[in-house]
């Protein structure tokens, strides 16, 4: 089965800009989402089709996506970010989610 | 304003069974395709299965499979997960999403989840 790896934790500090991976064996020939999940929250939507923003999710967030990784990135990260994200892609009608990252904002 | 509204969690024991609805407002559902995902506590996100806007085709996890049905009534604005031979690792919250449609099969819209626990 189809499988995605994220790192478990990341850091920044505000105001800094940071990344988060997501691999997966040729993910950048599929489109590779992002949703942020805040504690006792349900998920978000940040990033859909690589790089598309939904309406009210700020410009801060930008997705991208080749090879065998895509990547999500919050510029002028703020203390409000500070969340839990997962990416997550199809494959063959299947719904897969990466592990999850957790960032925390120092 | 699309919202989703699970119900029908609870306790449950082992071997069990549970039936969770969602029901929507703010958005006709009939014109996307609707999915379940779960999240045991403490743990990342698990999709369960989806449905296509017309019900005609369903779609399951391996972990679900032969256990799980999902269907919908179009009429009824509602999306239904009947949960069969209900196991201990089946312990979550259940969350009903709904694409984004118009091609984009994200999960756009979440509902706030509803809790399934599966013990005796």
């Known amino acids: 089965s189809y499988e995605l790896t994220q790192p478990p934790s990341v850091s920044v500090s505000p105001g800094q800009t940071v990344s988060i991976t997501c691999s997966g064996d040729?993910?950048?020939?599929?489109?590779a989402y992002w949703y942020q999940q805040k504690s006792g929250q349900s998920p978000v939507l940040v990033i859909s089709?690589?790089?598309k923003r939904p309406s009210g999710i700020p410009e801060r967030f930008s997705g991208s996506n080749s090879g065998n990784t895509a990547t999500l990135t919050i510029s002028e990260t703020q203390a409000l970010d500070e969340a839990d994200y997962y990416c997550q892609t199809w494959d063959s009608s299947t719904a897969v989610f990466g592990g999850g990252t957790k960032l925390t904002v120092l | 304003e699309v919202q989703l509204l699970e119900s029908g969690g609870g306790l449950v024991q082992p071997g069990g069974s549970l039936r969770l609805s969602c029901t929507a407002s703010?958005?006709?559902?009939?014109?996307?395709?609707m999915n379940w995902v779960r999240q045991a506590p403490g743990k990342g996100l698990e999709w369960v299965s989806g449905?296509?806007?017309?019900?005609?085709?369903?779609y399951y996890a391996d972990s679900v499979k032969g256990r799980f049905t999902i269907s919908r009534d179009n009429s009824k604005n509602t999306l239904s997960l009947q949960m069969n031979s209900l196991r201990a690792d089946d312990t979550a919250i259940y969350y009903c999403?709904?694409?984004?449609?118009?091609?984009?099969?994200?999960?756009?819209?979440w509902g706030q989840g509803t809790l399934v626990t599966v013990s005796s």
């Open positions: 703010g958005s006709t559902l009939s014109n996307y395709a």
């Open positions: 999403a709904r694409a984004a449609g118009h091609g984009d099969a994200s999960f756009q819209h």
């Open positions: 089709q690589d790089n």
């Open positions: 040729k993910l950048g020939e599929k489109y």
């Open positions: 449905i296509s806007y017309d019900g005609v085709s369903t």
